[in-house]
């Protein structure tokens, strides 16, 4: 069986005080669970490149993985602003996001560019959690699918079959990260399923029915026990939910007794 991912996506948010408080009443919660919730699922956390050093240190112990929101595809040279594989490593860092939604369209990162970061993330031996997802117009006229199609082709263009054994994948339709608005678990699995084709196409059905593809968009401790029913929607990448330790601590128990 696939295993799952809760995955919280801080974004800009929590200072390095803030941020270790909400580890330490996330822990609260769910280090007396750990083994039940080793079993079938991984749970990490995503904190802004200056909280990594904080989290790390919150994180000591806990079956909790630090995860960071973006990586540079160099080992190091003049590129102001960004981060390489080795300074996260030094934190601890196992997941890298990449692609997310709010770097393509704010930061104007492009599908190639997406590509050249998931690429040297899974060659730095980290997982990277690779986003794609369509705007409300892109959905409106019809154009779901072959949007997130051509995202997934190019943002694993690098990444060969035996490293997509360490690859996930997140469908966040930029419509519903924020917004309340949430898809609707049919909406999502309907673009889960195809995901989830066009990976057996690329990889083999073996890697690609073992890997897990996230939702992410407006996710909350009310609507993920619906989405999460489907068979190829196998976690949650959460953004303002993720910023409450009682509420991402119910999501990332979903299913659980
Ligand atoms: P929200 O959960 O705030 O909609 O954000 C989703 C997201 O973008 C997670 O990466």
């Known amino acids: 069986m696939r295993r799952k991912l809760f995955a919280a ?8 005080v803030e941020g270790r408080a909400l580890i330490a009443a996330l822990r609260a919660i769910l280090d007396p669970r750990a083994a039940q919730l080793a079993r079938d699922r991984d749970v990490i956390v995503a904190p802004a490149f200056p909280v990594l050093a904080a989290a790390a240190q919150a994180l000591a112990g806990a079956s909790i993985a630090l995860g960071a929101q973006n990586m540079h595809f160099e080992e190091k040279g003049a590129f102001t602003g960004e981060v390489s594989a080795a300074m996260l490593r030094a934190f601890g860092v196992t997941y890298v996001i990449v ?44 154009r779901t699918l072959e949007v997130v199609m051509r995202q997934l082709q190019a943002g694993l263009a690098g990444i060969s079959t035996e490293q997509a054994r360490r690859v996930v994948i997140a469908y966040e339709p930029v419509w519903a ?58 976690g949650a990448l959460v953004g303002g939910a993720s910023l409450k330790a009682d509420s991402f601590a119910r999501i990332a128990t979903s299913g659980l007794a």
């Open 99 to 142: 692609g997310h939604s709010e770097r393509r369209q704010l930061f104007l990162e492009s599908d190639e560019l997406v590509g050249k970061r998931a690429a040297a993330v899974a060659a730095a031996r980290f997982v990277p959690i690779l986003c794609v997802g369509e705007t409300a117009d892109e959905r409106d006229r019809g």
């Open 9 to 16: 996506n801080w974004k800009m948010n929590l200072t390095p």
């Open 177 to 234: 990260i924020g917004t309340g608005r949430t898809a609707t678990p049919e909406q999502a699995a309907t673009v889960h399923g195809a995901l989830r084709e066009a990976l057996r196409d690329r990889f083999g059905a073996t890697t690609a029915d073992a890997l897990p593809i996230l939702y992410g968009g407006s996710v909350t401790p009310e609507n993920v026990d619906s989405l999460l029913a489907k068979p190829d929607i196998d």
